[in-house]
Protein backbone atom coordinates (compact mmCIF):
# COMPACT_ATOMS: atom_id res chain seq x y z
CA UNK A 1 0.00 0.00 0.00
CA UNK A 2 2.86 2.23 0.85
CA UNK A 3 4.67 1.72 -2.39
CA UNK A 4 1.78 2.23 -4.46
CA UNK A 5 0.98 5.55 -2.85
CA UNK A 6 4.67 6.37 -3.55
CA UNK A 7 4.17 5.86 -7.36
CA UNK A 8 1.07 7.76 -7.51
CA UNK A 9 3.08 10.53 -5.56
CA UNK A 10 5.99 10.07 -7.99
CA UNK A 11 3.81 10.53 -11.00
CA UNK A 12 3.31 14.53 -11.12
CA UNK A 13 7.17 14.97 -10.18
CA UNK A 14 7.99 12.81 -13.49
CA UNK A 15 5.83 14.43 -15.45
CA UNK A 16 6.75 18.11 -14.48
CA UNK A 17 10.82 17.08 -15.01
CA UNK A 18 9.17 15.81 -18.38
CA UNK A 19 7.65 19.35 -18.92
CA UNK A 20 11.03 21.38 -17.66
CA UNK A 21 13.06 18.95 -19.86
CA UNK A 22 11.16 20.16 -22.74
CA UNK A 23 11.32 24.05 -21.80
CA UNK A 24 15.09 23.28 -21.54
CA UNK A 25 15.65 22.17 -25.14
CA UNK A 26 13.54 25.10 -26.44
CA UNK A 27 15.89 27.72 -24.43
CA UNK A 28 19.08 26.35 -25.80
CA UNK A 29 17.58 25.81 -29.33
CA UNK A 30 16.95 29.49 -29.11
CA UNK A 31 20.11 30.99 -27.72
CA UNK A 32 22.41 28.24 -29.96
CA UNK A 33 20.64 29.87 -32.71
CA UNK A 34 20.65 33.34 -31.75
CA UNK A 35 22.94 35.62 -33.46
CA UNK A 36 25.76 36.68 -31.36
CA UNK A 37 26.56 40.35 -29.72
CA UNK A 38 28.83 42.52 -31.49
CA UNK A 39 31.74 41.98 -28.98
CA UNK A 40 30.60 38.07 -29.96
CA UNK A 41 30.87 37.50 -33.23
CA UNK A 42 33.09 35.60 -34.82
CA UNK A 43 35.86 36.78 -37.23
CA UNK A 44 34.50 36.61 -40.44
CA UNK A 45 36.80 36.68 -43.83
CA UNK A 46 36.14 40.03 -45.74
CA UNK A 47 33.77 40.23 -48.41
CA UNK A 48 36.85 40.98 -51.25
CA UNK A 49 38.75 37.82 -50.16
CA UNK A 50 39.25 35.32 -51.88
CA UNK A 51 38.36 32.84 -49.45
CA UNK A 52 34.87 34.03 -48.24
CA UNK A 53 32.82 31.80 -49.94
CA UNK A 54 34.67 28.44 -48.49
CA UNK A 55 34.85 30.21 -44.60
CA UNK A 56 31.36 31.59 -44.47
CA UNK A 57 30.36 27.47 -45.86
CA UNK A 58 32.58 26.46 -43.10
CA UNK A 59 31.33 28.57 -40.01
CA UNK A 60 27.77 27.53 -41.30
CA UNK A 61 28.83 23.75 -41.28
CA UNK A 62 30.38 23.97 -37.87
CA UNK A 63 27.38 25.63 -36.00
CA UNK A 64 25.00 23.88 -37.62
CA UNK A 65 26.74 20.35 -36.35
CA UNK A 66 26.52 21.79 -33.07
CA UNK A 67 22.83 22.87 -33.54
CA UNK A 68 22.49 19.15 -34.52
CA UNK A 69 24.42 17.73 -31.40
CA UNK A 70 22.57 19.62 -29.63
CA UNK A 71 18.88 18.25 -30.56
CA UNK A 72 20.45 14.00 -30.21
CA UNK A 73 21.33 14.99 -26.51
CA UNK A 74 18.47 16.75 -26.09
CA UNK A 75 16.04 14.18 -27.45
CA UNK A 76 18.09 10.96 -25.70
CA UNK A 77 17.17 12.62 -22.34
CA UNK A 78 13.86 12.82 -23.66
CA UNK A 79 13.46 9.60 -24.64
CA UNK A 80 15.21 8.52 -21.36
CA UNK A 81 12.67 10.17 -19.39
CA UNK A 82 9.78 9.09 -21.25
CA UNK A 83 11.11 5.11 -21.08
CA UNK A 84 11.41 5.64 -16.76
CA UNK A 85 8.22 7.31 -16.72
CA UNK A 86 6.32 4.41 -18.96
CA UNK A 87 8.13 2.13 -16.56
CA UNK A 88 6.75 3.61 -13.21
CA UNK A 89 2.94 3.28 -15.24
CA UNK A 90 3.52 -0.63 -15.34
CA UNK A 91 5.31 -0.80 -12.17
CA UNK A 92 1.92 1.04 -10.65
CA UNK A 93 -0.50 -0.72 -12.36
CA UNK A 94 0.91 -3.70 -11.74
CA UNK A 95 0.34 -2.94 -7.69
CA UNK A 96 -2.76 -1.79 -8.31
CA UNK A 97 -3.82 -5.41 -9.89
CA UNK A 98 -2.07 -7.48 -6.91
CA UNK A 99 -3.61 -5.02 -4.09
CA UNK A 100 -6.60 -3.18 -5.06
CA UNK A 101 -7.08 0.34 -3.20
CA UNK A 102 -9.68 0.57 -0.38
CA UNK A 103 -11.48 3.37 -1.50
CA UNK A 104 -11.79 1.75 -4.93
CA UNK A 105 -13.46 -1.39 -3.72
CA UNK A 106 -16.12 0.90 -1.63
CA UNK A 107 -16.47 3.44 -4.18
CA UNK A 108 -16.70 1.73 -7.57
CA UNK A 109 -20.53 0.64 -7.63
CA UNK A 110 -20.58 0.59 -11.57
CA UNK A 111 -18.60 -2.56 -11.78
CA UNK A 112 -19.99 -4.64 -8.72
CA UNK A 113 -18.02 -8.02 -10.38
CA UNK A 114 -14.96 -6.06 -9.96
CA UNK A 115 -15.40 -4.56 -6.43
CA UNK A 116 -16.63 -8.21 -5.17
CA UNK A 117 -13.38 -9.76 -7.02
CA UNK A 118 -10.81 -7.21 -5.77
CA UNK A 119 -12.85 -7.32 -2.60
CA UNK A 120 -11.85 -10.84 -2.13
CA UNK A 121 -8.64 -10.05 -2.95
CA UNK A 122 -8.13 -7.60 -0.67
CA UNK A 123 -9.31 -9.92 2.66
CA UNK A 124 -6.98 -12.88 1.18
CA UNK A 125 -4.26 -10.44 1.25
CA UNK A 126 -5.00 -9.95 4.64
CA UNK A 127 -3.73 -13.70 5.83
CA UNK A 128 -0.38 -12.92 4.57
CA UNK A 129 0.06 -9.75 5.98
CA UNK A 130 -0.77 -10.75 9.35
CA UNK A 131 1.59 -13.05 11.43
CA UNK A 132 -0.05 -16.42 10.56
CA UNK A 133 2.58 -18.16 8.45
CA UNK A 134 5.43 -16.99 9.51
CA UNK A 135 6.47 -14.41 12.33
CA UNK A 136 7.90 -10.80 12.68
CA UNK A 137 10.26 -9.49 13.84
CA UNK A 138 9.57 -7.34 16.67
CA UNK A 139 11.75 -4.69 18.30
CA UNK A 140 10.63 -5.46 22.13
CA UNK A 141 9.33 -8.36 24.03
CA UNK A 142 6.08 -5.51 24.79
CA UNK A 143 5.28 -5.56 21.03
CA UNK A 144 4.62 -9.12 20.66
CA UNK A 145 0.54 -9.40 20.28
CA UNK A 146 -0.17 -12.75 22.82
CA UNK A 147 -2.87 -15.07 22.83
CA UNK A 148 -5.98 -15.67 25.04
CA UNK A 149 -7.64 -19.15 25.16
CA UNK A 150 -10.81 -20.50 25.45
CA UNK A 151 -12.78 -23.53 26.11
CA UNK A 152 -16.51 -24.37 25.35
CA UNK A 153 -17.50 -22.59 28.92
CA UNK A 154 -14.64 -20.51 30.03
CA UNK A 155 -12.36 -17.74 28.14
CA UNK A 156 -8.84 -17.17 29.72
CA UNK A 157 -7.92 -13.65 29.08
CA UNK A 158 -5.05 -11.57 30.00
CA UNK A 159 -6.35 -7.64 29.98
CA UNK A 160 -8.79 -8.14 32.53
CA UNK A 161 -9.07 -4.82 34.08
CA UNK A 162 -11.09 -4.37 37.21
CA UNK A 163 -14.47 -5.61 36.36
CA UNK A 164 -13.34 -8.61 34.20
CA UNK A 165 -11.45 -11.78 36.26
CA UNK A 166 -8.67 -13.92 34.60
CA UNK A 167 -11.42 -16.98 34.09
CA UNK A 168 -14.65 -16.19 33.32
CA UNK A 169 -17.72 -16.86 30.58
CA UNK A 170 -17.83 -14.50 28.24
CA UNK A 171 -20.52 -11.61 29.67
CA UNK A 172 -20.31 -9.95 25.90
CA UNK A 173 -23.17 -11.09 23.35
CA UNK A 174 -20.37 -10.34 21.14
CA UNK A 175 -17.54 -12.01 22.19
CA UNK A 176 -20.15 -15.56 23.19
CA UNK A 177 -21.15 -15.22 19.70
CA UNK A 178 -17.86 -14.79 18.56
CA UNK A 179 -16.57 -17.92 19.51
CA UNK A 180 -19.74 -20.14 18.96
CA UNK A 181 -19.72 -19.23 15.45
CA UNK A 182 -15.40 -20.19 15.18
CA UNK A 183 -16.14 -23.56 17.03
CA UNK A 184 -18.72 -24.53 14.79
CA UNK A 185 -17.26 -23.55 11.56
CA UNK A 186 -14.42 -25.99 12.55
CA UNK A 187 -16.20 -28.81 13.37
CA UNK A 188 -17.90 -27.76 9.76
CA UNK A 189 -14.33 -28.49 8.55
CA UNK A 190 -13.81 -31.44 10.27
CA UNK A 191 -16.87 -32.96 9.07
CA UNK A 192 -16.54 -31.93 5.40
CA UNK A 193 -12.39 -32.33 4.68
CA UNK A 194 -11.24 -31.08 1.36
CA UNK A 195 -10.63 -33.98 -1.24
CA UNK A 196 -11.52 -36.81 0.42
CA UNK A 197 -15.61 -36.45 -0.60
CA UNK A 198 -15.67 -40.32 -0.79
CA UNK A 199 -13.29 -41.50 2.08
CA UNK A 200 -15.85 -42.33 5.35
CA UNK A 201 -15.29 -40.35 7.99
CA UNK A 202 -15.92 -39.77 12.27
CA UNK A 203 -18.94 -37.46 12.99
CA UNK A 204 -17.01 -34.61 15.09
CA UNK A 205 -19.16 -32.08 17.41
CA UNK A 206 -18.54 -29.65 19.82
CA UNK A 207 -18.05 -32.26 22.27
CA UNK A 208 -14.54 -33.21 20.58
CA UNK A 209 -13.72 -29.29 21.08
CA UNK A 210 -10.55 -29.24 23.66
CA UNK A 211 -9.51 -25.59 23.84
CA UNK A 212 -8.47 -22.60 21.34
CA UNK A 213 -5.80 -19.37 21.26
CA UNK A 214 -6.61 -16.54 19.40
CA UNK A 215 -5.38 -12.99 19.09
CA UNK A 216 -6.75 -9.64 17.11
CA UNK A 217 -3.77 -7.43 14.82
CA UNK A 218 -6.17 -5.16 14.72
CA UNK A 219 -5.15 -3.86 11.21
CA UNK A 220 -5.46 -7.31 9.88
CA UNK A 221 -8.04 -9.63 11.60
CA UNK A 222 -7.98 -12.25 14.20
CA UNK A 223 -6.63 -15.23 14.25
CA UNK A 224 -7.83 -18.77 15.59
CA UNK A 225 -6.21 -21.97 16.53
CA UNK A 226 -8.56 -24.61 17.27
CA UNK A 227 -7.64 -28.22 18.89
CA UNK A 228 -10.27 -31.28 18.81
CA UNK A 229 -9.84 -34.94 20.10
CA UNK A 230 -8.52 -37.31 17.48
CA UNK A 231 -9.24 -40.88 16.31
CA UNK A 232 -6.57 -42.07 19.69
CA UNK A 233 -5.82 -40.63 22.56
CA UNK A 234 -2.74 -38.87 21.74
CA UNK A 235 -3.91 -37.94 18.49
CA UNK A 236 -5.85 -34.28 18.02
CA UNK A 237 -6.99 -32.41 14.88
CA UNK A 238 -6.10 -29.04 14.93
CA UNK A 239 -8.06 -26.29 12.79
CA UNK A 240 -6.60 -22.99 12.00
CA UNK A 241 -8.96 -19.65 11.07
CA UNK A 242 -8.31 -16.36 10.07
CA UNK A 243 -11.13 -13.87 10.09
CA UNK A 244 -9.56 -10.84 8.07
CA UNK A 245 -10.84 -7.16 8.74
CA UNK A 246 -11.73 -5.53 5.67
CA UNK A 247 -11.16 -1.60 4.56
CA UNK A 248 -11.69 0.86 6.78
CA UNK A 249 -15.09 2.46 5.34
CA UNK A 250 -16.26 6.11 5.79
CA UNK A 251 -19.37 6.33 7.72
CA UNK A 252 -19.93 10.02 7.33
CA UNK A 253 -18.16 13.61 7.31
CA UNK A 254 -19.47 16.30 9.45
CA UNK A 255 -18.96 19.49 10.63
CA UNK A 256 -20.23 19.69 14.39
CA UNK A 257 -20.38 22.87 15.83
CA UNK A 258 -20.61 23.26 19.93
CA UNK A 259 -20.48 27.40 20.89
CA UNK A 260 -23.57 27.10 21.88
CA UNK A 261 -23.88 23.65 23.87
CA UNK A 262 -24.42 24.41 27.58
CA UNK A 263 -23.63 22.06 29.98
CA UNK A 264 -24.82 21.96 33.76
CA UNK A 265 -22.88 20.29 35.95
CA UNK A 266 -24.88 18.89 39.08
CA UNK A 267 -23.10 17.81 42.52
CA UNK A 268 -25.39 16.38 44.92
CA UNK A 269 -23.63 17.75 48.42
CA UNK A 270 -23.75 17.51 51.94
CA UNK A 271 -21.06 18.73 54.84
CA UNK A 272 -17.83 18.64 53.29
CA UNK A 273 -17.29 22.96 52.97
CA UNK A 274 -13.23 22.24 51.95
CA UNK A 275 -14.12 19.46 49.21
CA UNK A 276 -16.13 22.03 47.73
CA UNK A 277 -13.59 24.78 48.48
CA UNK A 278 -11.36 22.76 46.19
CA UNK A 279 -13.83 21.92 43.88
CA UNK A 280 -14.81 25.88 42.88
CA UNK A 281 -11.15 26.45 42.19
CA UNK A 282 -11.36 23.60 39.51
CA UNK A 283 -14.61 24.66 38.70
CA UNK A 284 -13.63 28.46 38.52
CA UNK A 285 -10.77 27.67 36.06
CA UNK A 286 -11.77 24.60 33.82
CA UNK A 287 -15.21 25.54 33.84
CA UNK A 288 -15.49 29.82 34.04
CA UNK A 289 -12.11 31.24 32.41
CA UNK A 290 -11.43 28.10 30.11
CA UNK A 291 -14.58 26.71 28.78
CA UNK A 292 -17.07 29.85 29.58
CA UNK A 293 -20.26 27.81 28.63
CA UNK A 294 -21.30 25.91 31.77
CA UNK A 295 -23.99 25.98 34.56
CA UNK A 296 -23.33 24.89 37.79
CA UNK A 297 -26.14 23.14 39.91
CA UNK A 298 -25.65 22.37 43.78
CA UNK A 299 -28.24 20.50 45.32
CA UNK A 300 -27.25 20.37 49.15
CA UNK A 301 -28.80 17.88 51.78
CA UNK A 302 -29.38 19.49 55.31
CA UNK A 303 -28.27 22.55 56.83
CA UNK A 304 -24.97 21.72 58.54
CA UNK A 305 -21.46 23.70 56.77
CA UNK A 306 -24.53 25.07 54.42
CA UNK A 307 -23.88 28.58 54.76
CA UNK A 308 -19.95 27.99 54.55
CA UNK A 309 -20.92 26.48 50.91
CA UNK A 310 -23.05 29.15 49.76
CA UNK A 311 -20.33 31.88 51.22
CA UNK A 312 -17.70 29.87 48.85
CA UNK A 313 -20.39 30.10 45.60
CA UNK A 314 -21.06 33.45 46.19
CA UNK A 315 -17.69 34.27 46.34
CA UNK A 316 -17.17 32.59 43.27
CA UNK A 317 -19.59 34.69 41.83
CA UNK A 318 -18.24 38.22 42.41
CA UNK A 319 -15.00 37.44 41.93
CA UNK A 320 -15.11 35.81 38.33
CA UNK A 321 -18.44 37.29 37.59
CA UNK A 322 -20.49 34.33 37.32
CA UNK A 323 -23.86 34.00 37.37
CA UNK A 324 -24.67 30.94 36.09
CA UNK A 325 -25.59 29.09 38.83
CA UNK A 326 -28.38 27.16 41.25
CA UNK A 327 -28.40 26.68 44.46
CA UNK A 328 -31.08 23.81 45.81
CA UNK A 329 -31.67 23.11 49.53
CA UNK A 330 -33.04 19.34 50.87
CA UNK A 331 -34.16 19.29 54.54
CA UNK A 332 -33.70 15.70 54.08
CA UNK A 333 -30.82 12.28 54.78
CA UNK A 334 -28.10 12.56 51.94
CA UNK A 335 -29.07 10.26 48.37
CA UNK A 336 -26.92 11.05 45.17
CA UNK A 337 -29.58 10.21 43.13
CA UNK A 338 -32.51 12.20 44.89
CA UNK A 339 -29.81 14.80 44.35
CA UNK A 340 -28.84 14.33 40.95
CA UNK A 341 -32.58 13.69 39.90
CA UNK A 342 -33.95 16.84 41.47
CA UNK A 343 -31.21 18.81 39.76
CA UNK A 344 -32.20 17.47 36.81
CA UNK A 345 -35.16 18.37 36.99
CA UNK A 346 -34.89 21.53 38.22
CA UNK A 347 -33.66 23.18 34.91
CA UNK A 348 -36.55 24.92 33.27
CA UNK A 349 -34.59 25.85 29.87
CA UNK A 350 -33.75 24.27 26.69
CA UNK A 351 -32.67 21.20 26.12
CA UNK A 352 -28.93 21.09 28.39
CA UNK A 353 -26.24 18.73 28.33
CA UNK A 354 -26.18 17.34 31.97
CA UNK A 355 -22.76 16.45 33.87
CA UNK A 356 -23.58 14.56 36.90
CA UNK A 357 -20.41 15.04 39.14
CA UNK A 358 -19.12 14.65 43.07
CA UNK A 359 -17.33 16.94 44.76
CA UNK A 360 -13.93 14.93 44.69
CA UNK A 361 -13.57 15.21 40.35
CA UNK A 362 -11.22 17.35 38.75
CA UNK A 363 -11.80 17.91 35.16
CA UNK A 364 -10.38 19.96 32.38
CA UNK A 365 -11.79 22.12 29.88
CA UNK A 366 -10.61 19.82 27.37
CA UNK A 367 -13.30 17.00 28.88
CA UNK A 368 -15.95 19.17 28.78
CA UNK A 369 -15.75 18.92 25.29
CA UNK A 370 -15.88 15.00 25.22
CA UNK A 371 -18.75 15.82 27.06
CA UNK A 372 -20.56 17.34 24.45
CA UNK A 373 -19.30 15.28 21.37
CA UNK A 374 -19.57 12.21 22.92
CA UNK A 375 -23.72 13.36 23.29
CA UNK A 376 -26.88 13.55 21.15
CA UNK A 377 -30.19 13.92 22.28
CA UNK A 378 -31.81 11.02 21.54
CA UNK A 379 -28.89 8.61 20.30
CA UNK A 380 -26.09 8.70 22.52
CA UNK A 381 -25.37 9.26 26.43
CA UNK A 382 -21.30 9.43 27.28
CA UNK A 383 -20.04 7.02 30.55
CA UNK A 384 -16.29 8.32 30.84
CA UNK A 385 -14.23 6.26 33.04
CA UNK A 386 -11.85 8.31 34.93
CA UNK A 387 -8.12 7.76 36.41
CA UNK A 388 -8.85 7.59 40.50
CA UNK A 389 -6.06 8.70 41.92
CA UNK A 390 -4.19 6.10 44.74
CA UNK A 391 -3.35 7.85 48.05
CA UNK A 392 -0.67 10.44 47.75
CA UNK A 393 0.90 10.28 51.19
CA UNK A 394 1.46 6.23 50.21
CA UNK A 395 2.79 7.15 46.75
CA UNK A 396 4.63 9.94 47.77
CA UNK A 397 5.64 8.74 51.30
CA UNK A 398 9.50 8.49 50.39
CA UNK A 399 9.29 12.04 49.16
CA UNK A 400 10.38 14.94 50.73
CA UNK A 401 6.67 16.67 50.50
CA UNK A 402 3.41 15.55 48.09
CA UNK A 403 3.70 17.53 45.28
CA UNK A 404 0.96 20.09 43.98
CA UNK A 405 -2.63 18.86 43.06
CA UNK A 406 -2.15 19.74 39.19
CA UNK A 407 1.65 17.87 39.51
CA UNK A 408 -0.20 14.66 40.70
CA UNK A 409 -2.95 14.27 37.59
CA UNK A 410 -0.72 12.26 36.07
CA UNK A 411 -2.22 8.88 34.79
CA UNK A 412 0.47 5.99 35.76
CA UNK A 413 0.12 2.52 36.99
CA UNK A 414 1.78 4.05 40.25
CA UNK A 415 -0.43 7.05 40.44
CA UNK A 416 -3.90 5.30 40.17
CA UNK A 417 -6.30 3.19 38.01
CA UNK A 418 -8.70 3.52 35.48
CA UNK A 419 -11.61 3.21 37.49
CA UNK A 420 -13.46 0.96 34.59
CA UNK A 421 -16.26 0.02 37.80
CA UNK A 422 -17.52 3.06 38.42
CA UNK A 423 -20.60 4.56 36.31
CA UNK A 424 -21.12 7.89 38.44
CA UNK A 425 -19.96 10.78 36.14
CA UNK A 426 -21.71 10.65 32.95
CA UNK A 427 -22.95 13.20 30.54
CA UNK A 428 -26.53 13.20 28.91
CA UNK A 429 -28.98 15.25 27.10
CA UNK A 430 -32.03 16.38 30.03
CA UNK A 431 -34.55 15.10 27.43
CA UNK A 432 -32.94 11.14 27.40
CA UNK A 433 -32.29 11.54 30.94
CA UNK A 434 -36.10 12.48 31.47
CA UNK A 435 -37.58 9.82 29.08
CA UNK A 436 -35.69 6.94 30.68
CA UNK A 437 -37.49 7.94 33.91
CA UNK A 438 -34.37 9.35 35.91
CA UNK A 439 -32.56 7.69 38.67
CA UNK A 440 -34.17 5.07 41.55
CA UNK A 441 -35.10 7.20 44.32
CA UNK A 442 -35.79 4.29 46.59
CA UNK A 443 -31.78 3.75 46.55
CA UNK A 444 -30.72 5.59 49.94
CA UNK A 445 -26.88 7.01 50.88
CA UNK A 446 -24.13 5.68 48.75
CA UNK A 447 -23.52 3.37 45.63
CA UNK A 448 -25.88 1.05 43.63
CA UNK A 449 -28.02 4.46 41.60
CA UNK A 450 -25.68 4.83 38.83
CA UNK A 451 -25.35 1.45 37.92
CA UNK A 452 -29.34 0.96 38.25
CA UNK A 453 -29.33 3.98 35.93
CA UNK A 454 -26.60 2.79 33.52
CA UNK A 455 -28.68 -0.18 33.15
CA UNK A 456 -31.46 1.41 32.10
CA UNK A 457 -29.50 3.34 28.79
CA UNK A 458 -28.27 -0.56 28.32
CA UNK A 459 -31.36 -2.10 28.16
CA UNK A 460 -33.00 1.25 25.44
CA UNK A 461 -32.27 1.92 22.13
CA UNK A 462 -29.51 4.52 22.75
CA UNK A 463 -25.76 4.22 21.83
CA UNK A 464 -23.53 4.09 25.23
CA UNK A 465 -20.27 5.63 24.76
CA UNK A 466 -18.01 3.94 27.24
CA UNK A 467 -14.22 5.25 27.40
CA UNK A 468 -11.55 6.25 29.15
CA UNK A 469 -10.83 9.75 29.57
CA UNK A 470 -7.72 11.47 29.76
CA UNK A 471 -8.91 15.06 31.40
CA UNK A 472 -11.25 13.38 34.40
CA UNK A 473 -10.11 12.27 37.72
CA UNK A 474 -11.08 10.82 40.95
CA UNK A 475 -9.13 12.69 43.62
CA UNK A 476 -8.11 10.42 46.60
CA UNK A 477 -9.65 11.30 49.94
CA UNK A 478 -10.18 8.06 52.99
CA UNK A 479 -13.59 6.52 52.47
CA UNK A 480 -15.66 5.70 55.16
CA UNK A 481 -18.34 3.11 54.67
CA UNK A 482 -21.38 3.84 57.68
CA UNK A 483 -23.03 0.78 59.25
CA UNK A 484 -26.38 2.28 58.06
CA UNK A 485 -25.71 0.90 54.50
CA UNK A 486 -27.14 -2.34 53.26
CA UNK A 487 -25.19 -5.28 53.13
CA UNK A 488 -24.69 -5.04 49.36
CA UNK A 489 -23.63 -1.52 49.62
CA UNK A 490 -21.13 -1.87 51.95
CA UNK A 491 -18.96 -4.81 50.29
CA UNK A 492 -19.47 -2.72 47.08
CA UNK A 493 -17.99 0.32 49.75
CA UNK A 494 -15.34 -1.59 50.94
CA UNK A 495 -13.75 -2.82 47.31
CA UNK A 496 -13.83 0.66 46.66
CA UNK A 497 -11.59 1.74 49.54
CA UNK A 498 -9.42 -1.19 49.34
CA UNK A 499 -8.34 -0.15 45.57
CA UNK A 500 -8.61 3.41 46.25
CA UNK A 501 -5.09 3.27 48.60
CA UNK A 502 -2.03 2.26 46.58
CA UNK A 503 -0.94 -0.08 43.44
CA UNK A 504 -0.17 -3.91 44.33
CA UNK A 505 3.15 -3.32 44.80
CA UNK A 506 2.73 -0.43 46.74
CA UNK A 507 0.75 -2.34 49.68
CA UNK A 508 3.31 -4.98 49.60
CA UNK A 509 5.85 -2.98 50.63
CA UNK A 510 3.57 -1.69 53.24
CA UNK A 511 2.32 -5.61 54.36
CA UNK A 512 6.53 -6.31 53.71
CA UNK A 513 7.88 -3.04 55.49
CA UNK A 514 9.23 -4.79 58.97
CA UNK A 515 11.11 -7.58 56.64
CA UNK A 516 12.42 -4.58 54.52
CA UNK A 517 13.72 -2.85 57.58
CA UNK A 518 15.59 -5.56 59.33
CA UNK A 519 17.37 -6.62 55.55
CA UNK A 520 18.61 -3.25 55.74
CA UNK A 521 19.66 -3.31 59.31
CA UNK A 522 21.48 -6.37 58.77
CA UNK A 523 23.33 -5.09 55.54
CA UNK A 524 24.09 -2.03 57.41
CA UNK A 525 25.74 -3.87 60.17
CA UNK A 526 27.57 -6.28 57.64
CA UNK A 527 29.00 -3.34 56.16
CA UNK A 528 30.39 -1.83 59.32
CA UNK A 529 32.07 -5.24 59.97
CA UNK A 530 33.94 -5.19 56.57
Not at 140 to 155: D, G, I, M, N, R
Not at 462 to 475: D, M, S
Not at 477 to 489: I, N, R
Amino acid sequence: MMLRRGFILLLPRLVGLLVVACCSVSIVYMLACTPKGDNQQLALPRVHSSTAKEGYEAILQEQEEQHRNYIISLKKQIAQLKAELQGRSEQLKNVQNQHPDPLVIRLDHSNPEKAQANLLAFLRSQIDKAEVHSGVKLSTEYAAVPFESFTLQKVYQLETGLTRHPEEKPVRKDKRDELIEVIELAVGSLNNPEGDGNVKHRVYTASDFIEGIYRTEKDKGTLYELTFKGDTKHQFKKVVLFRPFGPVMKVKNENVNMADTLINVIVPLAKRASKFRQFMQNFRQMGIQQDGRIHLTVVYFGKEQMNEVKSILENTSKSANFKNFTFIQLNEEFSRGKGLDVGARFWKGNNVVLFFCDVDIYFTAEFLNSCRLNTQPGKKVFYPVLFSQYNPSIIYGHHDSIPSLEQQLIIKKETGFWRDFGFGMTCQYRSDFINIGGFDLDIKGWGGEDVHLYRKYLHSNLIVIRTPVRGLFHLWHEKQCLDELTPEQYKMCMQSKAMNEASHGQLGMLVFKQEIETHLHRQKLSSKKT
